[in-house]
């Protein structure tokens, strides 16, 4: 007799996969641009300058490689962009329509949702890799464990503590509300560093909060005996943009944070 799969391990099996994915993509990038930097060569048309961190680690700073240009946005064509910011710029278009198309589709169609969520996943790698070189790579992996054992915590609470976390959902709307709103007021009238470290902490906790109701939401749908992956497949793109979230609100804090 074959055991039916569970939802909590379909989840679990979508999350773990894309995750792998994405931070698999994610640090071959970033040992990519070491082993160039070795080598004395660009990487993927950046060059890098190598200093010591304050841990005494290696921190790669990307250099910008060419000079800036004062084009209005009006005047701005496709022809004023170098090779390789051509190619950013795709990657993060192929990435953001893919996100909104896997959230659109994925109640509709499973494998369309999957396939969507899967070139997401490949494609938010490289930017995931440049951001943390961005900020410093080191941090960038200290920044993931955390959010490792932050999301970990928050399933065993969500999971196993016995209560009901449904009764957030109104504050975890108006706090996702309010950081929308804070990020679009820093856009138009800009933000001091001790500002902006705030608005990624206070962003960090809302998200921590949103892995335990989302995962107190899959206990109560799996104890209420619904089993079916496309319910895994919209629980598990819940909890990984949760996940990416909360990531990405750590690493703007240790940036910010930095003298």
Known sequence: ???????????????????????????????????????????????????KNSRGELDLIPIAQTQKKEIK???LRWEDFTKIERYYLLT???WLISLFCTIVFAPISTSIGLTLMTISS????????FIMLGVDENDGLRATLLTC????????????????????????????SSLLLVGFGRIFFGMTSAMIRIKAICGAVLFSLFLVYDFNRLKQ???SGIND???????????????LN???EILQAMSEGKP
């Open 122 to 129: 490949i494609t938010f790698a490289p930017i995931l890799g």
């Open 1 to 51: 007799m074959q055991m039916e799969t569970s939802l909590l391990l379909k989840t679990a099996l979508i999350l773990t996969t894309q995750l792998g994915v994405l931070f698999a993509g994610c640090f071959f990038v970033i040992s990519s641009a070491k082993k160039a930097y070795m080598a004395g060569r660009p990487f993927l048309g950046i060059e890098f300058i190598g200093r």
């Open 149 to 176: 054992l932050i999301t970990v915590g928050a399933a065993l609470i969500g999971m196993y503590s016995g209560i009901d976390f449904s009764f957030m959902r109104g504050f975890l709307f108006f706090g996702l």
């Open 73 to 75: 946005l009006s005047d």
């Open 221 to 223: 749908l799996s104890d």
């Open 246 to 248: 909360l990531l990405l």
């Open 92 to 94: 993060f278009a192929v």
């Open 229 to 243: 992956w496309n319910t895994a497949l919209n629980l598990a793109i819940s909890i990984y943009l949760d996940i």
